[in-house]
């Protein structure tokens, strides 16, 4: 956190936050943050690889979105793009990528990486694209855990989407909640309701949300994807690979081997 903006560390805490509140969190959060975040996971996100989260997972191995070859000419929405680096990847394939995100500093990284992918400035939860616009939409860690209403922002998706278009988004997993955000042993042992909805905040002097993180159990996703329209046709938990020995946040090694720490969900609309 900036000591320019912030005269006192902010205070983390759990309590309710709009959909507002939590929105204009985020902007300012990424805001301020994107340069560390950039400079501390780039290198691992590499400029135009499809990393679905702290595990490693690529895109180009895992196929979620469909065999390579067949991503040639779809238009294809991210969301919650950071520095566009799967939207990159996206590209090489052939697939006409739009990077969409509310940071503006990350999209500033995107550009300062390459020009080749359309970004845009908005919120997830109104997409400033006309009814069935894309093939496919994707997501890695982008949004959906920061937005208290993800079924407004899945409804969306299914709006802009063709029939038939596929909507495949990373977020943190929901067990992991129940364990202190720890990469180390004091990470293992459960300290709070896995069932507590309640969404994590950090709030300054003032009261007002600087972060904030909405919770939902396994359960809540899967009911959250069908009724923003959607199939759910595989969840995927990507287990944690022998070659990967370093720690981002709380995902690290030691956990990785115990407990699962992302949930992918691969989904379609009719
Ligand atoms: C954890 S980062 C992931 C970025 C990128 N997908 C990656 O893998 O590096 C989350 C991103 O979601 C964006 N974001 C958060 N809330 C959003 C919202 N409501 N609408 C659009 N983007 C949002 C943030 O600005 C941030 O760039």
Known sequence: MSQEIYAAEPEATRREASEAESSRASRGWWDRNADEYQSDHGAFLGDDRFVWGPEGLDEAEAGLLGPGASLRGLDVLEIGAGAAQCSRWLAAQGARPVALD???????????????????????????????????????????????????????????????????????????????????????????????????????????????????????????VVAGGFRLVDLVEPEWPAWNHQEWGGWSPLRGNLIPGTAIFVCERD
């Open 102 to 224: 509310l940071s503006h500093r990350q999209l500033q990284h995107a550009l300062r990486i390459g020009d080749e992918v359309p970004l845009v400035e908005a919120d997830a939860g109104v997409l400033p694209f006309r009814d069935g616009s894309f093939d496919l939409a994707c997501s890695a860690y982008g949004a959906v855990p920061f937005v208290a209403d993800p079924v407004q922002v899945f409804r969306e998706v299914h709006r802009v989407l063709r029939p038939g278009g596929r909507w495949v988004f990373s977020v943190t997993h929901p067990v992991r909640w129940a364990f202190p955000d720890e990469p180390g042993p004091e990470g293992l042992s459960v300290a709070a309701s896995y069932f507590d909805r309640t969404p994590y905040v950090e709030q300054d002097e003032r009261g007002d949300a600087v972060y904030v993180e909405h919770h939902r159990t396994l359960g809540d996703r899967v009911r959250d």
